[in-house]
């Protein structure tokens, strides 16, 4: 092999040919041939390389992984083939994840707390002392006879570990497992639970559909599951013989807004409003479903009740109440406009109104669940429940049954308890009220806390005002905090331990998003880094400390066989199952309208106090067994304006504002694809650097603002502003955007963080400190959008 | 000798920046401090980036555009022709490829190119307190010298090699199995994570190939065809 040339010979020779164009020319003739002998090719590989199959959890899209392991590092990551939601694809957080592997800010060991709350004087600890802690804490609180006054709180649990968790908190004795889907998809989960019964996500067969309506759903960047609305939009679009129709509703247009056909500048808060002029055209044009309407809802037309009682059906209230003339003077949306899209929906089958699986701009005041209540009602409307290119019932995997809790007084009387985040209380219609349990551990209500267990849960950063966490920790005798990273709530903990990064460790995780059940599952592709252990297998090792009765309930050695044992009836081999990292029955098995099958699996399914008879509620009779008997001030202090049967059915409720005239602007803060809605990716520098593509900013925030409102403020692109609202000041830059409805500014989530680590710390701004903390009266929803601001020159 | 093209979809296309990640995770380029990559001196081979969005008209009427762009791979590039030490040249099937030890970093190529995808390192690359452990280690050489990804160093220009380390590794696998080597047997990791599928690769000489069927599309076009480069990465209009 010939030496190459280095740069100092290289210099020679050009001095020597001269400095003319032509004997450059010349000299590149020369060394543009080959050298004799030169090589050409692959240098053997330097070591042992193998692939292992994961499942990525750097959102919820849960996109399965094959990960390429060279010499025992973890170098790459692509798309498992195999995966039914990303076959073969991978985002940039997804590639970016070795990031998150061998970032040098994780958490190494276990630790106590020595100074202060907060001063960051720790000692490491081993996970024995850890273990022995907690359980004691436990014991404590079961012999004082207060188990319930030991909370978690958990942020995106996979698979088993959710029903796994809430079985920890039960077998203590503790009704507080308090999931953060209040931030997030909690509207629309409610939504369809008091619409369709069925507690869960809806999900949507784009593949099939002709015509999609996106509710502020954000599909192509930060939905529920993006990459899986990434396929099914790419398939929609270009996969078959029909390019079907994508029209996006939202005051932000967005990259899912750019690639639409159609984008629609709303008036933030008021989709309810045009959900239901859409359904007031479609009704009165007769292009409803006349037969799942007549055969298969409850309360279209006009009914009577047991009692003899008229009420007024959905069809009534819609004629009367929403016509486009009104729907444009609420929304601004044209109602010609409206006219067209409500024909152009019902008229090209199949179509389906999406609802956003984050917080989008429904969620403010009571609107949220009504919001999201008139836009599912579209699809029922159209007959586009259970139907090929409509909405479709998630399924998964039959488990196994948990086995039966050890009796257990002290427990069975503690998990009777009111629950600490109100769920089912203060909020009447709430399941979770993650962002409320600050101010109630303040107030001590419904109790003292003894004991705050936090999984995956930075609350301090992520909740609008999470401050006030920091306050109610004064009253949180001890707090646990299971992360990776040193985060904004972990600074707070009395015990910081470790847990590994998704690509170290066990766990499953269900498919969700295509309908039809599907399982992948996390391995450890690497040996663990450094001295962390799996939140399940901590929880477990406490369970067995404890003794009986609650180690009784947790017959399993580890999280590896807890899974192994909830997985064996998916039909797979264990062996299979690490395998391919995937296992599903591929292809939606349709249920037939009224079949028994639809009854059990399709709508009513998850009613508890209503009758499960298949039929969807126009008019929600789940919300009757739970409003029906309040009076008007009730219901006012619920934060409704409407009394008698408008309770019952969707309508718009104008959103509250924090914020008068004075504050001219709505707060949208939006999460992009590039960072992602978790902390940790916050402290990767390669997200960092691509953070903001769509208006060419990186490593920072900015606000996003209407040319011409700017134009009024005398604003001019980048420069400094402040952003105010009743609840308080940011200093970030404006960057302007025509794409945006004027009334709007937005600014990104998941910068200026305070603490996770030194790529994360102390750039940009964090919008949710601005935002209104209140939750919303009835629901128990975080209120993201129901803030004002007023924007000036810094 | 397949003559490698790639396709770009921009209909299919969603912005969401995987390849250009999925490059840098699969061509070790460095990550750049702040600072830098405010000067626009990021090092992503594969940058996405938003068109500047008419400034007339009603709001409605407003909508922002993207482009994904790696290097054209030109039948004609002008990096080529200013190279004043032959370290860029053309390879038999057409790739534009870098030899990092010949070149001076004099940058005439970063002007030369109409495209803009190719890079200066303005600092020694560096990866601190063990995040370069992820770095891809393949090695491939041309021409008697490092290529592909193994880390540049400070002071050379470097650009998208249509991941020419997976075309020796699928060549190389071929061999060992004692086969003959398929063109579609490779694919670029950009092509390979395209969360749209937006991105279609292959051999332009094939009249069958995917990417040739796809370039007599009504909707294909290249970039600055004018310039006279023939960019062997072909776009499909949106719609």
């Not at chain 1, 929609?236 to 807004?257: F, Y």
């Not at chain 1, 409003?273 to 309407?293: H, Q």
């Not at chain 1, 806390?449 to 930075?458: G, H, I, S, T």
């Not at chain 2, 995040?131 to 021409?143: I, K, Y």
């Amino acid at each position: 092999m010939t030496t190459p040339l280095t740069r100092r010979q290289f210099l020679k020779l050009t001095a020597v040919a001269g400095g003319s164009a032509a004997a450059m020319g010349g000299l590149q003739a020369v060394l543009n041939a080959t050298p004799a002998g030169a090589e050409e090719g692959l240098l053997a590989p330097s070591g042992e390389e193998h692939i292992v199959p994961s499942v990525c959890l750097l959102c919820p899209s849960g996109c399965g992984v094959l990960v390429r392991v060279a010499d025992g590092r973890a170098v790459k990551l692509e798309g498992n083939p195999m995966h039914p939601i990303n076959t073969g694809s991978l985002c940039p957080k997804g590639q970016a994840a070795p990031e998150l592997l061998y970032n040098p800010d994780r958490l190494t060991g276990p630790l106590r707390r020595v100074g202060e709350r907060g001063s960051g004087e720790w000692e490491p600890i081993t996970w024995d002392e850890a273990v022995q802690i907690v359980a004691q804490k436990l014991n404590d609180l079961r012999a004082a006879g207060h188990p319930e006054r030991a909370a978690c709180l958990y942020g995106e649990t996979r698979g088993q570990m959710r029903p796994f968790i809430e079985r920890f908190m039960q077998a203590v004795g503790s009704p507080n497992a308090i999931s953060h889907d209040s931030l997030n998809i909690e509207a629309a989960k409610l939504a369809t639970y008091y619409t369709q019964g069925v507690y869960d996500l809806p999900a949507y067969d784009l593949e099939n559909s002709n015509y999609v309506l996106s509710f502020g759903a954000n599909l192509l960047e930060a939905g529920r599951t993006p990459q899986r609305m990434v396929s099914g939009y790419s398939y929609m679009r270009r996969g078959r013989a029909e390019r079907g129709k994508v029209v996006v509703i939202d005051p932000r247009q967005g990259v899912t807004g750019a690639k639409a056909d159609e984008w629609i500048p709303i008036v933030p808060g008021t989709d309810a409003a045009l959900a239901l002029g859409l359904a007031n055209v479609i009704i009165r044009s007769g292009l409803a479903d006349s037969d799942f309407v007549h055969n298969y809802s409850f309360g279209f037309e006009d009914f009577k009740d047991g009692e003899g009682k008229s009420h007024k059906g959905f069809k009534e209230f819609v004629l009367q109440n929403y016509p486009p003339s009104r729907v444009e003077q609420i929304t601004g949306v044209p109602a010609t406009t409206i006219s067209r899209l409500a024909g152009e929906f019902a008229g090209n089958p199949p179509a389906v109104a999406i609802l956003p699986g984050k917080g989008g701009l429904l969620n403010g005041s009571i609107n949220g669940l009504y919001t999201a209540m008139a836009v599912h009602m579209l699809n029922a409307l159209v007959g586009s429940i259970e139907t090929p290119g409509g909405v479709l019932a998630q399924r998964y995997f039959p488990c196994a049954d948990w086995p039966q809790l050890p009796p257990d007084p002290v427990a069975e009387r503690g998990r009777t308890a009111e629950r600490l985040d109100g769920a089912g209380a203060r909020f009447p219609l709430a399941r979770h009220a993650y962002q409320a349990v600050a101010d109630h551990i303040s107030e001590g209500y419904p109790y003292p806390v003894e004991m705050l267990f936090l999984y995956d849960a930075n609350p301090v950063y992520e909740v609008p005002g999470g401050t006030r966490f920091v306050e109610a920790f004064q009253k949180a005798p001890f707090i646990v905090s299971c992360a990776s990273f040193m985060d904004e709530t972990a600074q707070y903990a009395d015990l910081v331990l470790p847990e590994p990064t998704f690509l170290e460790r066990w766990q499953d995780d269900a498919i969700e998003g295509l309908g039809y059940p599907g399982v992948g599952l996390r391995q450890p592709v690497v040996e663990p880094l450094y001295d962390t252990l799996n939140t399940g297998d901590f929880l477990l090792r406490v369970a067995q400390a404890m003794g009986d009765p609650v180690a009784g309930a947790f017959p399993w050695s580890n999280f590896e066989e807890l899974l192994k044992d909830r997985l064996k009836t998916i039909g797979a081999e264990w062996e299979t199952l690490k395998e391919l990292g995937v296992w599903m029955i591929p292809g939606y098995r349709f249920a037939r309208r009224g079949s028994e099958k639809w009854v059990a699996e399709v709508v009513g399914r998850d009613r508890m106090s209503s009758p499960r008879d298949g039929r969807f509620d126009f008019f929600s009779r789940e919300l009757n067994c739970a409003l029906g008997e309040l009076g008007a001030d009730e219901l006012k202090a619920l934060g409704l304006s409407q009394a008698g049967d408008a309770v019952f059915l969707p309508h718009h409720e104008p959103v509250t504002y924090a914020g008068n005239a004075e504050y001219p602007f709505t707060l949208n803060v939006i999460t992009l694809m590039s960072l992602g809605p978790y902390s940790a990716a916050a402290n990767m520098p390669t997200l960092q650097e691509i953070s903001g593509m769509t208006v060419g900013e990186r490593w920072d925030s900015w606000l996003e603002m209407n040319p011409e409102a700017a134009h009024e403020l005398e604003l001019r692109n980048k420069d400094g502003v402040w952003v105010e609202s009743p609840y308080g000041k940011l200093k970030t830059k404006v960057r302007l955007v025509k794409s945006l409805h004027p009334d709007v500014v937005n600014l990104p989530h998941n910068q200026g963080h305070t603490a996770v680590g030194r790529w994360a710390r102390n750039r940009g701004v964090n919008g949710l400190e601005i935002l209104n903390p209140a939750s919303e009266p009835a629901t128990g929803l975080a209120s993201f959008t129901n803030t004002r601001v007023k924007v000036y020159k810094a | 000798m397949p003559r490698w093209s790639m396709v770009i979809d921009l209909d299919k296309c969603v912005a969401c920046q995987g390849c250009s990640i999925a490059c840098r995770m699969e061509n070790n380029t460095p990550i750049v401090s702040p600072s830098e990559a405010a000067l626009g001196r990021s090092m992503l081979w594969n940058d996405v980036f938003p068109l500047r969005a008419e400034e007339e008209g009603a709001i409605a009427s407003a909508k922002a555009r993207f482009l994904t762009r790696p290097c054209m791979h030109c039948e004609d590039p002008p990096c080529v022709k200013v190279c004043p030490v032959g370290a860029t040249y053309q390879d038999d099937e057409g790739l534009v490829r870098q030899n990092y030890t010949r070149c001076i970093g004099c940058r005439f190529c970063t002007v030369a190119c109409p495209y803009g995808v190719r890079y200066f390192n303005w600092y020694e690359p560096a990866w601190e307190d063990g995040l370069d452990q992820h770095l891809n280690p393949d090695r491939v050489e041309g021409r008697g010298v490092l290529e592909g990804p193994a880390v540049r160093p400070k002071g050379v220009v470097e650009k998208c090699t249509f991941c020419i380390h997976r075309l020796h590794k699928a060549r190389a696998r071929a061999e060992a199995e004692g086969r003959d080597f398929r063109p579609d047997e490779y694919v670029p990791a950009c092509v390979q994570t395209c969360t749209g599928k937006a991105r279609f690769f292959g051999d332009l000489d094939d009249a069958n190939s995917t990417v040739s069927l796809l370039a007599q599309s009504r909707r294909a076009f290249r970039l600055l065809n004018e310039a006279g480069t023939h960019p062997k990465v072909i776009y499909l209009h949106e719609g």
